[in-house]
């Protein structure tokens, strides 16, 4: 979307509220609901969907005063960005806004954590990107493999970054894909897991693109594998803790997440499937000894996934109720206990050869 | 059987006159705690109280609006003098031996009449309390006001039960009423909610029309001005009503009684018992009302009990009740506590056992001086009072506090009771009051009166929930103004600057819609719909950028 859509849309946004206002009305604004009540999961194409509820915010319901206010802080300050073609990172936007309430202690903003969802929320009220806002993310994750990038005109072989694999920025769709010589994409949950695999020289030795999400994937990783499983043709396999979080990091990565369900056809990879760890590993490769107990936030989540409409196929119906009868999770890192090699040379060639692999 | 029931007259006589020759001070000694006298602070709060009733009865029966004046003066370590003075009525001075020098000589005990003192005890137990702590006599000044002032010093003769007068002058000086001079030993004064300052402010409160002024061993002088310049009307003695009646009662006044027959008995002895109501009765018992009363058996009397309980009577009269009134109890709440919320209410007449009529007042007293301070807070107030006399000692077997703790107060928007500042007045008025014992400081648990008390004050309790719950929502307006005007001038700033407009415009409109909307704000906007939020821990779980 040009610029001055953008800044238009904004301005459109304050001047409906200002129209409250010397009506005499209570300000308002609309806004999809972004909670599990107004998500659907798309069966047929793997992806959550929002669905077309809306919640209306009115900044004379003291409830919400602080967040309306807080919104239009923020819109205020996109408006600027945008009109000035400069780019600020969510945190610098958070700096940006924050300051002390004239006559009172009270901040703004308190933390971060209080003006990042808000951006989503003006995200989907206007029906823009966060990009299109001119914010981004900090990066998060890191890409090493058999690709070579194109960046700002800039060439970048993915193969030879050493160790260190390039950080994954927040905004991927200036990337341009050459020489592409890998036969899948390997997506690690743990920043420790894709360091001994780099170590091992699996991408090299394997053929393939390892992507560190280190932890919940952020946008840029989603949006990067998405592009590469889609514009590529490459099949996207992940690899993540044998845990409920894991598990959910995984869903994410496949189907799309509740809070950014309107972005799941740019973010999600369907057709992406999980290797391990699986609750079937325990018994197969002899790691009865390095399992951890569940705690009851572990079982309390299991039973949330059970029941979340994408987590509804018979085998991860099979997975979770597996894990609560063990009563026990494993970490990546617990094959480990074979040798360091072992998750390189054996448990992760084998399993992807027989397509031991969840869906 | 005539015989047999004279033979044991007699033989209650002789008991009564053993008693009253040989051991009064024993009988005092031995019965100190039921009259009052026990505890330091307790025996000066009863002094205080037999003389103030002593006061506000005589002049109540005079018609005269009542001015009493109270001193407490410490003369050494538990040794205090005391001096009462009243406008009322003054004592003539054939009487003056008998009210001071006679215990149990009362009148009143045997009238169903509503006094302040009731059993004839009173203030010639101060009498003797003040001879047995000091072995001094008391000063009595008196004068109906007719130009002739009477001052004695008087001690009782307890072998004789009499007034021994030890100086009697009397002069000219045109005044009238009663002032007496006491001195007391192994007593202590304190301003404790129990203590005679405490007692002179709740008389003040139950008795509107009465001015008390107080000057405590401090020297502090503290007047309770009268709200009300009518005096109440004197109570007449009435006759007993038919419901709540007793058998043992019944036997016993109708063998007291001279009529000659059962139903004429009837007549006499009850009020609203008219001959209607005595054929009634006839037509529910197995036997002639023409029998003598006085042959009445037991089984019989319960019979006519039992009849009783199933015919309706016209409800008691109240002209032997004198309620203070809804008015006055008003009056007198928001001179002396001075609450921001207040509701009182007077109860038709009801019979508790002993077919005795009986009324209760209450008020609820909210904010402001409502509630005992102590020290950082305040704490829930009882006022406990019988027939406007203020109960101050054995709270915990009292009907009314029984009453007012089974009251669910958290339905009436007082979530912490015991700590509300809050005070509950509890007036009960009857011809008898059935104390606990002698000290008359409790009244027993009645069923109709714990009823009663609990009706009444349930009845004031969602009075207070009506303006407890305005109030609450008038406060949480103001809060909400405030929230929202701490969010405006940031919020008009940024707007401005989104919509391209004028931020003064802006923020001088929100005030306004701030002002109108969250004061027209009521019940409509809080069903109204519940905007919905998003849950932050869905986000928090999912969410990561």
Same mark, same amino acid.
């Given at each position: ?129 966060? #990009? ?56 690690? #949950? ?8 780099? #170590? ?145 040379? #054996? ?13 | ?545």
């Amino acid at each position: 979307m040009a610029r001055e859509k953008i800044v238009s849309k904004l301005t459109n946004l304050g001047l409906n509220i200002t129209d409250d206002i010397m009506l005499h009305e209570p300000p308002r604004m609309h806004l999809p609901q972004r909670n599990i009540r107004n998500i659907t999961f798309n069966e047929k194409e793997n992806l959550l969907e929002l669905g077309s509820k809306m919640s209306t915010r009115s900044f004379l319901n003291v409830a919400h005063s602080r967040k309306f206010m807080q919104t239009i802080l923020i819109a205020s300050k996109c408006k600027e960005l945008v009109a000035k073609d400069k780019t600020a990172s969510i945190r610098e936007l958070y700096y940006q806004l924050k300051h002390t309430i004239e006559g009172t202690k009270e901040n703004t903003f308190d933390d971060q954590s209080e003006s990042d969802p808000l951006i989503v929320d003006l995200e989907t009220s206007l029906g823009v990107l966060r #990009e299109e806002l001119h914010l981004k993310a900090d990066d998060k994750g890191t890409l090493i493999g058999q690709i070579t990038l194109e960046d700002s005109g800039d060439f970048i072989d993915c193969s030879k970054l050493g160790r260190s694999g390039l950080s994954v920025p927040s905004i991927v769709e200036h990337y341009k894909f050459h020489e592409v010589n890998a036969d899948y994409i390997l997506v690690i #949950e743990t920043g420790a897991m894709f360091d001994r695999l780099v #170590e091992e020289k699996y991408h090299l030795k394997n053929n393939c693109i390892m992507v560190s999400t280190k932890g919940q994937a952020t946008r840029g990783c989603r949006r990067l594998v998405h592009r590469l499983n889609q514009e590529l043709n490459l099949p996207a396999i992940m690899f993540t803790d044998g845990d409920p979080w894991g598990y959910y990091i995984y869903s994410v990565m496949k189907a799309g997440s509740m809070a950014l369900a309107h972005e799941s056809r740019r973010l999600g990879t369907p057709q992406i499937q999980l290797v391990g760890m699986t609750m079937t590993d325990i018994d197969a490769y002899g790691l009865e000894k390095v399992t951890e107990t569940l705690k009851e936030v572990d079982k309390k989540r299991i039973n949330e996934l059970l029941q979340y409409p994408w987590f509804q196929k018979k085998e991860w119906k099979e997975e979770l109720a597996l894990m609560a009868e063990k009563g026990v999770r494993i970490e990546q890192q617990a094959l480990a206990s074979k040798s360091l090699e072992f998750v390189a040379e #054996e448990y992760l060639p084998e399993k992807i050869a027989k397509k031991q692999m969840l869906p | 059987m005539i015989n047999m029931v004279a033979v044991n007259e007699i033989h209650a006589d002789d008991l009564f006159k053993e008693f009253k020759e040989s051991s009064i001070t024993e009988f005092f000694r031995k019965n100190r705690a039921h009259l009052g006298y026990s505890g330091k602070l307790r025996s000066l709060t009863t002094v205080i109280h037999e003389i103030v009733t002593n006061s506000l009865d005589a002049c109540e029966e005079a018609g005269i609006l009542p001015e009493i004046y109270v001193r407490i003066e410490a003369l050494g370590k538990e040794h205090y003098k005391i001096k009462c003075v009243d406008n009322g009525p003054g004592i003539p001075l054939k009487h003056i031996s008998s009210v001071f020098g006679k215990m149990l000589a009362g009148t009143k005990f045997h009238r169903n009449v509503q006094l302040r003192g009731q059993q004839g005890i009173g203030v010639a137990g101060v009498t003797l309390f003040s001879q047995t702590t000091t072995g001094k006599p008391i000063t009595v000044k008196t004068s109906t006001g007719k130009g002739k002032v009477n001052e004695l010093d008087l001690m009782i003769d307890i072998t004789k039960n009499t007034a021994d007068i030890l100086r009697n002058e009397e002069y000219s000086e045109y005044w009238r009423g009663t002032e007496i001079d006491a001195e007391f030993k192994g007593v202590r004064f304190t301003l404790s909610e129990r203590g005679p300052f405490e007692y002179l402010r709740r008389t003040a409160i139950a008795n509107p029309h009465v001015k008390i002024t107080f000057i405590d061993p401090e020297g502090r002088k503290t007047v309770f001005d009268r709200s009300n310049q009518k005096v109440p009307t004197p109570p007449i003695p009435v006759k007993a009503h038919p419901k709540g009646l007793e058998v043992d009662e019944l036997i016993n006044m109708a063998k007291a009684n001279k009529a000659r027959k059962v139903s004429s008995f009837l007549g006499v002895a009850f009020s609203r018992m008219s001959n209607a109501r005595i054929k009634e009765i006839q037509e529910h018992v197995s036997f002639d009302l023409n029998k003598n009363p006085r042959k009445l058996t037991w089984a019989e009397c319960e019979e006519i009990i039992n009849a009783i309980d199933k015919i309706k009577f016209l409800a008691p009269p109240s002209e032997g009740l004198m309620p203070i009134g809804e008015k006055q109890i008003r009056e007198a709440v928001l001179n002396i506590v001075d609450p921001e919320f207040e509701a009182t209410l007077t109860r038709p007449t009801k019979v508790h056992s002993g077919g005795v009529p009986f009324q209760i007042e209450v008020a609820i007293a909210f904010g402001g001086n409502a509630g005992r301070n102590i020290g950082e807070g305040t704490k829930f107030e009882l006022m406990r009072f019988a027939n406007k006399a203020p109960l101050l000692f054995d709270a915990g077997g009292c009907a009314i506090t029984r009453s007012a703790s089974s009251v669910d107060w958290k339905r009436y928007g007082i979530r912490d009771f015991e700590n509300a500042p809050m005070t509950l007045f509890v007036n009960v008025i009857s011809t008898h009051i059935p104390y606990t014992s002698a000290g008359k400081q409790s009244i027993s648990e009645d069923q109709n009166l714990l009823k009663e008390i609990r009706f009444a004050l349930m009845e004031v309790g969602r009075k207070f929930q009506i303006y407890y719950s305005r109030l609450r929502k008038a406060e949480e307006r103001e809060l909400k103004k405030q929230i929202l005007r701490k969010y405006s001038a940031a919020f008009a700033a940024a707007l401005a600057e989104l919509a391209n407009r004028d931020e003064e415009k802006i923020k001088k409109e929100l005030y306004v819609i701030i002002e109108e909307k969250i004061s027209g704000m009521d019940a409509e906007e809080e069903n109204g719909e519940e905007l919905d939020a998003i849950p932050q821990e869905e986000i928090m779980k999912t969410e990561s950028e």
